[in-house]
């Protein structure tokens, strides 16, 4: 077996690769629908069905999408310079922690100022987060991949601590949760029946924000040349440390984002299960979308069909709801195929 | 009689032949130089025969068997051994495992050292190639991995030995030594490969020359009726000519170092207490084996070693603290060592490349934030036409180019701010003969403008014919630099080895 | 003060140490196998899971304990080679694999857990390995209760130990699985293919990471639980770190972090009324971290981790 590099890499070939790695996700997890014993393409249709099928199933797929294109957007602009924070799930849980901190009425301010307030300090939370794994990296070396993963686990049992401790809600029965935040800080809905919420509109707004600061800026220039090759850009001028830690900055901020925007937008409260894996799904989005901060949205809305679909799929037939967590999986590992095909080609030999 | 032939070989990358249709054979007990510049191809003949890659026409035989395609397990059975350019050693593990790999099978319990220790030294004594066995290969020096090199492939039982530019990281006297070892080789009936572009080695030690051009053979000689200039000729296939140094009065001083000392992570110094002076209209040239703190200065002088002692000044003014963006904002042009990994972005298209040096400047972006791309793309195509890039213009991907357009672009980015200094590190190394004609032409062409140019290079030809002036790196001490004239060749090559010799 | 020592004179402590560290020495020798070849493997956390499930599925459904055991290690060697030719023969990401391993290799056993349990509520038991006396030496006071009565999965990992040490530094395959770790071209000068000795050497740690995972289900607890790896297999890609890339340090590690578990368990006991149990919980993650930053300085990589090796490309 050989590798080449190819010569051109056409556009229409960039991208296919995404559309092929999801139909190559979705063949080879019917094995799994066939050996569950319901006919592929029924079950493929009922999941399709279930994310589409009804302006309701429309309106929980493009919901369920906001925290997933946070999330994929954190992930694209930290992998862009290298710096692989696989810790979302953390940062998000840390934005929504500053969002019930300061939203639940220590501070009070008229709508208007409120929700970008919660906004601005959920962002930074989760940056603050990540800036422990990205200055560790820089001053001492320590791989990034490792503390951010463990960070997830501490988040979460910190978490756990306050929304049983200092922040419970004493009206909450018992339950483990905060208290809600403050009607000024929530996240308008965006139509009259349904869950969609404003966050959508941010979440957009910011992978524009992000395309744009990636295409024209000279830090979007500086993260773009870190991650093809630091020591060139080291040796051209480009300040490795500032740039990567700037790109954590802003990479943390958008994974707090997605907390706020579930807490304000969605739950109105925090608890444990505010989350279920948005910051690892994240991953998926970000490869689906090869980084590209415009393609996140895309990437988010078919994972979160796929998470969607697959709960509506299974309440119909007899299928676990985890096959959606194992197209996720698959996902990731097609896409890397597939876009690794759109720059080599593999010549057989006999 | 022949140890072995090459039939009709081809190779194709892509779209670029590699090798041509290439018929040779080698005698026992000969010494066959492969003559070629860089790029033509020695090197692929070279990893076809000893398995790395797969010819796509043609065979080799062996002692009259066919070789098996593709497998390295097959050349080294078949008695060939290859001493690759860029050593194939593993810093971390000792010579005796480096040696032993691949010599047992893997299947063993255990390593039979005692057995494999006893081998090697009788094997390093006969061949006076004297190695200790247990040190660990990332304590050697290059000299001493070259050897290793060519007992790792003894030890195999080679009887045909190819060297890949062994000499490119020798000191001249080593490099005799090398000749002395591979005289003594040949004797016992081994074979030898011997790969190179310098004429004046080659002469000196083969039989037969085989002259390689753009991927075909041009010609197969007897040394002993062979001729410099008619091999030259052949080698490049039409006269080129390198730039003669005009004899020049230095100007002003431009770059001084005072006691500049740097350390590197284990707290050992890499540069020691170097004093040195470059003034406008000179070159200076440093010399030393690899490994010697080149490297270190160069990273002082190119703004990514702020972590040194002593002075630093540019036109008296000090550059302590400065970074590489502040050093080129200041005047100084720089030519990095390695072209793909320092010099250039790969990924990136030519016109980014082309402004990575000056990304705050008015020019290139407004308000040191938003780039203005129309100028840079502006600035891109100016400079693809003036120094003459062979691309399909600004937007191209910059790692399809060659090597030396690669090179051309970072002399473009390097030189066109016109700087009254520059650090040019290797900047021919792995170039063709054109176009290290046209690095040279650049570089006179920016001394006579005035600049100060300092010019590390491993290769002594390059430096005599290029400097006003020379001096020697050993284990980080720099000599004093004399003119040129005044040094032989012998005398670099003992500097280069840590002999003090003095200025006449 | 005296609490601790308390805790440290108790045979239960000690016992409990040796239980707990056996999964993180299986998981440790596991990435340090991989890592020495090159190979940085982040499926580690889904490997451990996958191990889990399928050891402890292969006893639910009537198979016997060692059966359940060489049928976990198989399936994370088969994961492995999924992981090995993405990142060995294709040369691609080994972050993003070994993330999109651990994601479908978890996502699978709880898929396969529910298909073939789908009503269970309560997790169902299996009879788990039982502890193996060994006569005589079991009866030191404090340490043979620990060292010597214990499950014979943990008898193994502290078998794979030295094994793993021999086998890297004495024997030739393990010279090429460092070779392959240092510099992989060096490998294939001498005739070996590096593909295939990475391939091997991933799928072997794949296997004992699956077998830790097994350790989990089948000794030390006697069902499956979703997310019970929690974390173990990125403690011990952190462990590697701290150990140098050496095993006999990697145990000394590994028992650093097991006695401190163990002692999290019962100082929880003592001292949680003052001080949440999250915190105790946290300790094992944020002391991964310390580990990491305290060894970074010092930490010698194998020179070619993270780099792919393609065979006959131009370089």
């Keep these: 077996m050989q590798i080449e590099l190819r010569q051109h890499t056409s556009l229409l070939r960039i991208g296919m690769a995404p559309i092929s790695a999801i139909f190559a996700a979705l063949i080879l997890c019917s094995a799994l629908i066939i050996w569950a014993g319901v006919p592929v393409l029924e079950a493929y249709a009922l999941l399709f069905k279930g994310a589409f099928g009804s302006a309701f199933a429309l309106k929980e797929t493009f919901t369920r999408s906001i925290p997933l294109i946070f999330t994929g957007l954190a992930v694209a602009v930290a992998f862009r310079s290298k710096f692989y924070n696989i810790g979302a799930e953390g940062q998000l849980y840390a934005g929504a922690l500053a969002s019930v901190y300061f939203g639940t009425g220590l501070v009070s301010l008229p709508g208007y100022l409120m929700v970008p307030f919660l906004l601005l300090v959920g962002a930074l939370a989760g940056g603050l987060l990540l800036l422990v794994p990205v200055l560790l990296k820089t001053r001492l070396k320590v791989d990034e991949v490792v503390t951010t993963l463990l960070l997830n686990f501490v988040v979460l049992l910190m978490v756990s601590y306050l929304i049983e401790g200092p922040l419970r809600d004493p009206m909450a029965m018992g339950w ?175 | 009689m022949s140890r072995l032939s090459f039939k009709q070989i081809t190779k194709r990358f892509g779209s670029l032949i590699a090798n041509d249709s290439i018929s040779l054979s080698l005698g026992e007990g000969e010494i066959m130089a492969l003559l070629g510049e860089n790029g033509a191809g020695k090197t692929t003949l070279m990893n076809i025969l000893f398995g790395h890659y797969e010819a796509d026409e043609g065979s080799i035989e062996v002692e009259d068997k066919v070789l098996t395609p593709g497998s390295t397990e097959a050349a080294i059975q078949a008695g060939i051994g290859m001493v690759h350019q860029h050593f194939t050693l593993a810093d971390n593990l000792t010579v005796i495992e ?75 006297q080593e490099t005799e030594n090398l000749f002395i070892t591979l005289r003594s080789l040949t004797a016992k009936g081994l074979s030898v490969i011997f790969i190179s572009h310098k004429l004046h080695e080659i002469l000196a030690i083969s039989d037969r020359i085989s002259v390689l051009r753009r991927g075909k053979i041009v010609d197969t000689i007897k040394t002993s009726e062979a001729s410099r200039s008619e091999l030259a000729e052949k080698m490049v296939g039409e006269v080129v000519t390198r730039p003669q140094l005009e004899a020049m009065q230095p100007g002003a001083p431009v770059l001084t170092l005072a006691g500049l000392s740097a350390f590197g992570d284990d707290k050992l110094p890499m540069l020691n207490n170097v004093d040195l002076t470059i003034h406008a209209h000179e070159i200076i040239g440093i010399a030393g084996v690899a490994g010697n703190g080149q490297a270190a200065l160069a990273d002082v002088l190119s703004g990514l070693n702020r972590d040194y002692s002593g002075t630093l000044e540019l036109h008296d003014k000090t550059l302590t603290d400065a970074g590489p963006s502040d050093f080129v904002a200041r005047g100084i042009g720089r030519i990095p060592e390695d072209r793909h990994v320092r010099g250039m972005i790969g990924e990136m298209e030519i016109w980014e490349n082309l402004i990575s040096e000056d990304l705050r400047s008015a020019e290139i972006s407004k308000w040191k934030i938003i780039i203005n791309r129309d100028a840079a793309i502006k600035r891109a195509e100016k400079l693809i036409e003036r120094f003459d890039v062979r691309c399909e213009g600004p937007q191209a991907q910059t790692k399809l180019l060659s090597g030396g357009n690669i090179q051309k672009l970072i002399l473009a980015r390097a030189l066109s701010p016109e700087p009254d200094f520059i650090l040019a590190n290797q900047p021919v190394r792995g170039l063709d003969e054109g176009a290290i004609a046209y690095v040279q032409e650049q570089l006179f062409d920016a001394r006579k403008r005035g600049a100060a140019i300092l010019l590390i290079s491993e290769d002594l030809d390059e430096l005599l014919s290029l400097c006003d002036r020379i001096a020697v790196m050993y284990q980080g001490n720099l000599s004093e630099a004399v003119p040129t004239a005044t040094r032989t060749v012998t005398e670099l090559g003992l500097m280069m080895a840590g002999q003090a010799i003095h200025a006449n | 003060m005296s609490d601790l020592l308390d805790i440290l004179l108790t045979a239960g402590f000690w016992a409990a140490t040796v239980r707990i560290v056996s999964p993180l020495i299986f998981g440790t020798l596991g990435e340090l196998i991989c890592e020495r070849a090159g190979v940085l493997n982040l499926g580690i956390e889904g490997i451990m899971t996958v191990g889990a499930m399928s050891g402890w599925m292969w006893v639910y459904q009537g198979g016997d304990l060692w059966g359940g055991v060489i049928f976990a290690a198989s399936v994370g060697a088969l994961f492995g080679m999924l992981h090995a030719s993405f990142t060995v023969y294709l040369g691609l990401s080994q972050h993003v694999t070994g993330i999109g391993i651990t994601l479908f290799a978890s996502s699978l056993s709880y898929f396969v857990y529910r298909m073939l349990l789908p009503s269970a509520t309560t997790p169902p038991k299996i009879v788990p390995f039982q502890n193996f006396e060994i006569p005589i030496l079991s009866d030191i006071p404090l340490f043979g209760e620990a060292l010597f009565n214990q499950s014979p ?163």
């Excluded at chain 1, 907390?259 to 925090?270: C, H, I, Q, T």
């Excluded at chain 3, 830790?212 to 462990?239: E, H, P, Q």
């Design chain 1, 176 to 350: 483990p949760q905060t208290a809600s935040i403050v009607d000024e800080g929530v996240l308008p809905t965006l139509m009259s029946k349904g869950r969609l919420h404003a966050g959508l509109i941010v979440a957009i707004l910011a992978s524009v924000l992000i395309w744009a600061v990636m295409r024209f800026t000279v830090l979007g220039y500086e993260i773009k040349a870190v991650g093809f090759n630091a020591k060139g850009a080291e040796f051209s001028g480009v300040k490795i440390n500032r740039t990567v830690i700037l790109t954590a900055l802003i990479s943390g901020g958008l994974a707090g984002l997605a907390g706020v925007s579930e807490v304000a937008g969605l739950k109105g409260y925090l608890t444990l299960d505010l989350s279920p894996g948005f910051g690892y799904t994240g991953v998926a989005v970000a490869m689906l979308a090869q980084l590209h901060p415009l393609a996140v949205i895309p990437a988010a809305l078919f994972l979160s069909a796929v998470y969607v679909g697959a709960d509506s799929m299974s309440r119909a037939v007899n299928i676990p709801t985890y096959i959606a967590d194992v197209l996720v999986g698959v996902s990731v590992l097609a896409i890397l195929v597939s876009v690794m095909l759109t720059r080599y080609r593999i010549k057989w030999r006999k």
């Design chain 2, 98 to 172: 480096n040696i032993i790999l691949g010599t047992e099978s893997l299947w063993s319990w255990r390593h039979d050292l005692t057995a494999a220790r006893r081998k090697l030294m009788e094997m390093a004594e006969s061949y006076s190639l004297a190695i200790n066995p247990d040190a660990l290969v990332g304590s050697l020096s290059v000299g001493e991995r070259q050897r290793v090199e060519i007992l790792k492939a003894l030890y195999r039982g080679a009887r045909t030995l190819i060297l890949d530019e062994p000499t490119a990281v020798l000191t001249p």
């Design chain 3, 153 to 315: 999965l943990t008898y193994l990992a502290l078998i794979c130990v030295p094994v793993v040490w021999y086998v890297l530094q004495k024997t030739p395959i393990g010279l090429a699985v460092r070779m392959a770790g240092e510099n992989p071209v060096a490998v294939e000068a001498q005739g070996i293919d590096v593909l295939a000795v990475r391939t091997g050497a991933v799928m072997v740690g794949s296997a004992l990471m699956a077998v830790g995972g097994a350790f989990i289900t089948m000794s030390w607890f006697d069902a499956f639980y979703f997310g019970m790896v929690n974390g173990r297999g990125w403690i011990c890609v952190a462990l590697v770190i701290f150990a140098s890339w050496k095993p006999g340090k990697a145990l000394m590690g590994a028992f650093l972090f097991a006695g401190l578990e163990a002692m999290q368990v019962r100082a929880q006991q003592s001292a949680g009324a003052f001080i949440p149990y999250q915190f105790f919980l946290m300790l094992p993650y944020v002391m991964s971290i310390l580990a990491m930053i305290v060894m970074a300085r010092r930490a010698q990589y194998p020179q070619a981790l993270l780099v792919p090796f393609r065979r006959g490309e131009r370089v």
